[in-house]
């Protein structure tokens, strides 16, 4: 790799000011540590903390093609990062995850993939991983799970490498960090090591869940891009309840609220508590056909043929695809002018939604030929059964699959779900009791 320039002026008087060593000290670290990376071509830059005037250092490595920035946030850390050979390391495709090329180490961050009834660090994952039972906090030499092949390849669970809390140390959410250390390995690319980080995770993790009851999985590099929150009136106070909702879909949609950072599960909770009421609205279609029949002057209660049409008509309840039933919900409770409201306020979404890799369900506000509803029927239906690997009448399926790139895509059309949830819930409420 050939030498870099900055990807901008750095002004080392303003990097790390709240340190306590001198300036001259501060500043001639940042230049050493400048200097490395550019001779060995990493990108480099300072950016600034947020709502303070002090700045600190950002390090681009390389993933393969592609190149990711990380924070150097603490100048401890860069210290850390000066004493050792930075420079030789590599992000591992989009996981929280560091690779050497020359001598085949991989090291991961890994969490606990569960909801945190239990502590994910300390004396709980202590206990259950590694059989710690005196009292008090464990040593880190007491943290550690190694396993190794006939081949010399090595498997190791313990606490997070100094590199890795450097480097990937702002993600941290407790005091330890955990991560997963792969040695011996062989590997010249870095399509090579995101399989091997893969497959032998997969595996070994999986063992631990198995042996352990603990459900640690690799942490990503996310880059979803979060969307702005719908806007508030402030003005408006909330008041004594008015409308009964309907409980069993009001769980799904909370579900689908406490699901933040599991786009696939979150999706699904809002897509369930639509269909929560599919039977609802098609009773009320059938109601509306059968009076139809029943009005028409011509009707003949002893004809076989009349009483034919209702019987017909009847059919319709188990045979009705799923895509029609939520197609029918959805014109029941929302209005074009509803859908509209809420590209305007997500005028970001309305340019996603005419072309994504999600779904060849697209999303056209200016198209006049086909209702706007349908439409958003046939993308949320599209992604429903991507989500949950349902063919149906789709040729060449392709799944969607948790912690996938494409998953990390879900945002806008998890709002959008919410906001149809919300427009169901609303439009099934019901008065509330006059009794309470």
């Known amino acids: 790799m050939s030498n870099r320039e900055p990807e901008n002026p750095i002004d080392y008087a303003q990097l790390y000011p709240r340190e306590t060593r001198t300036r001259e000290e501060i500043e001639d670290a ?36 592609e190149e990711y920035g990380t924070n150097v946030i ?33 090291e991961a961050v890994v969490s606990r993939q569960a909801p945190d009834i239990f502590p994910s660090t300390g004396r709980f994952l202590s206990r259950r991983l590694f059989a710690v039972e005196h009292v008090g906090e464990p040593t ?17 669970l313990s606490p997070a490498s100094s590199m890795v809390n450097a ?32 497959t032998l995770s997969d595996s070994f993790l999986f063992q631990l869940d198995l042996l352990r009851d603990v459900p640690l999985g690799l942490v990503r590099r996310t880059s979803r891009t979060p969307v702005p929150p719908a806007p508030t009136d402030e003005t408006l106070q909330p008041e004594f309840p008015r409308q009964e909702f309907d409980h069993p879909p009001m769980i799904l949609y909370r579900y689908g609220r406490h699901a933040r950072g599991m786009p696939l599960i979150e999706y699904l909770g809002y897509y369930q508590c639509i269909e929560y009421y599919f039977p609802w609205y ?20 002893d004809r076989d043929a009349d009483i034919g049409r209702i019987i017909e008509a009847a059919k319709g309840v188990s045979t009705a695809r799923e895509r029609d ?49 349908d439409q958003v029927s046939d993308r949320v239906y599209d992604i429903r ?20 790139p494409q998953a990390d895509q879900l945002d806008h059309d998890i709002e959008l779900a919410r906001f149809l949830a919300q427009r169901v819930l609303i439009q099934s409420a019901s008065a509330l009791d006059g009794g309470i």
């Open 30 to 65: 940042c230049r050493q540590f400048v200097d490395r990376a550019l001779s060995k071509g990493l990108g480099v830059s300072s950016a600034r903390y947020e709502g303070a005037d002090g700045q600190f250092l950002r390090l681009s490595l390389p993933a393969g093609r």
């Open 74 to 106: 603490r100048f401890s850390e860069l210290l850390n990062l000066l004493e050792q050979e930075f420079e030789a390391y590599s992000f591992v495709g989009n996981y929280r995850a560091l690779c050497r090329y020359d001598n085949g180490e991989i």
């Open 140 to 156: 880190d030499a007491e943290l550690v799970i190694k396993v190794t092949s006939e081949r010399g390849v090595e498997i190791e």
């Open 167 to 198: 480097l990937l140390g702002h993600w941290r959410l407790r005091d330890r960090s955990w991560s997963l250390k792969m040695r011996g390995l062989r590997f010249d690319r870095n399509e090579q090591a995101v399989r091997l980080l893969e």
């Open 282 to 301: 098609y009773s009320s279609e059938l109601k509306e056909q059968i009076k139809g029949i029943l009005k028409d002057p011509r009707f003949r209660s």
């Open 325 to 373: 039933l939520l197609r029918l919900t959805l014109r029941a409770c929302v209005t074009v002018a509803d859908l509209s409201s809420w590209f305007d306020r997500y005028s970001e979404a309305v340019n996603f939604f005419k072309k994504s890799d999600l779904t060849e369900k697209t999303v056209n506000i200016r198209n006049q030929t086909t209702d706007l509803r």
């Open 385 to 404: 059964c991507k989500i949950v690997h349902i063919k149906g009448e789709t040729v060449n399926f392709e799944l969607l699959l948790p912690n996938s």
